[in-house]
């Protein structure tokens, strides 16, 4: 859920600096300083709403390293390592990541419809 958020918003933040006429200044002032603020905006919120007490865990090594730690460290009466969850930080932002594109390229259609300069991607007729 966390990289459909992510990626969806800043490809949505993406579309909208075409919405915009070519070659001028509100597009230059969005493309330049407006889009990388709000992108900004948007890691920092889905890093503190998504995250909890511990933060939002955004890079898979951020379970694999601690993890691997806990399986090869001697520490007595530790638990189970879970391996057999291993695979869903490291499989999941890519279907998420799947899964935003999709979305993405539907609304993108909506927004321009039939490609063109503007538009393109899966739907274009």
Partial sequence: MGTVALILLALLIELQARRFPEGSDIKLFYEVGVQALLISFVIVTC?????????YAANPARD??????????????????????????????????????????????????????????????
Avoid at 74 to 84: A, F
Avoid at 93 to 122: D, N, R, T
């Fill in 47 to 55: 890093i503190a709403g998504l995250g909890g007490p511990t933060a």
């Fill in 64 to 125: 694999i390293g601690p993890r691997f730690a806990h399986w090869i460290l001697p520490i007595p009466g530790k638990g189970n390592s879970e391996w057999s969850y291993a695979w869903v930080p490291a499989l999941a932002p890519l279907v998420g990541g799947a899964i935003a594109g999709l979305l993405y390229m539907a609304i993108e259609e909506m927004i321009f419809p039939g490609g063109g300069s503007k538009g393109g991607g899966l739907f274009v007729g």
